[in-house]
């Protein structure tokens, strides 16, 4: 019997796995900059610098931009009502009171809702005026918020009062409260204020021909409320009066006549 011969077990010999290459070969690949792929330590930082300055800014500007947009989507807040003060300066005290403390007042979510409020915002026709070069600037920002339906409640002196009353951007808050609030109507009926507004005038021809004198058609209603016995107003010591007046394409109703009802609270049988 032929004797077998014992079958010899060779390990297999493992296959080595292809080095893989360093990651300054690999951006040097795809940035297709072979340089890369040479250059160590200082050198490297210094060529990606140089050469790669503006990606590298461009690629920064992108983060930073989308950083902003999702942090901004993550802390935004619903705004329960726009404000905006118009010839009227606010400190520190009295803006929280027309601002977050109406907010807190509604019971509402400070992390999730806000009053927003305008400030900065002048209108005057008097050139001597310390405010007058802002009155252009302040124009455009009331028109485009009032536009976008951004601004609810205007609380405003005396010049400010007649430039919305007269350009028909306030409400007759003698129609607005008595369908709205009749109890919060006889509350405040004795310091609402007559203006104008002018339906049409020859403002246009007057600026062809000079010899023309100004003509106007206009109405008058209860476009203002005098806010001086406000406890919020009063006790800010305003020389002038300040008038509160609603916006007339307000989508906001409810919220306006809470902020009435909180700035006038406690004042009794009218202000």
Not at 236 to 259: H, K, M, S
């Amino acid at each position: 019997m032929t004797e077998q011969s014992p079958s010899h077990h060779f390990p297999q010999a493992r296959s080595e796995k292809p080095l893989r290459p360093s990651a300054g070969k690999r951006l040097g690949k795809w940035l297709k900059d072979d340089s890369l792929g040479t250059l160590h330590g200082r050198k490297k930082l210094q060529h990606i610098l140089f050469y790669y300055k503006f990606p590298l800014a461009a690629l920064c500007f992108l983060l930073f931009f989308t950083g902003s947009n999702i942090y901004g989507q993550l802390t935004r807040k619903d705004v329960l009502l726009y404000t905006a003060l118009v010839n009227v300066n606010a400190g520190e005290t009295l803006a929280g009171q027309l601002g977050p403390d109406f907010t807190a007042s509604l019971d509402a979510d400070t992390s999730k809702y806000e009053t927003q409020l305008y400030t900065g915002l002048y209108l005057t026709d008097d050139e001597l005026n310390e405010w007058h070069e802002y009155t252009y600037a302040s124009r455009m920002k009331i028109l485009a918020a009032i536009e976008g339906k951004m601004m609810d409640v205007v609380l405003m002196n005396r010049e400010a009062f007649d430039a919305f009353s007269q350009n028909g951007y306030l409400l007759d808050l003698d129609s607005f409260l008595a369908a709205r609030d009749p109890e919060l109507y006889r509350t405040l009926q004795s310091a609402l204020v007559d203006n104008i507004v002018i339906l049409e005038d020859n403002a246009d021809d007057m600026a062809l021909d000079d010899s023309l004198s100004y003509s106007a058609v206009t109405e008058e209603h209860r476009f203002g409320l005098d806010l001086s016995g406000s406890p919020y107003i009063g006790q800010a010591g305003f020389e002038d009066t300040v008038y509160l007046g609603i916006v007339a394409n307000t989508p906001r109703a409810d919220a306006v006549i809470a902020y009435l009802r909180y700035l006038t609270a406690g004042t009794g049988d009218g202000l």
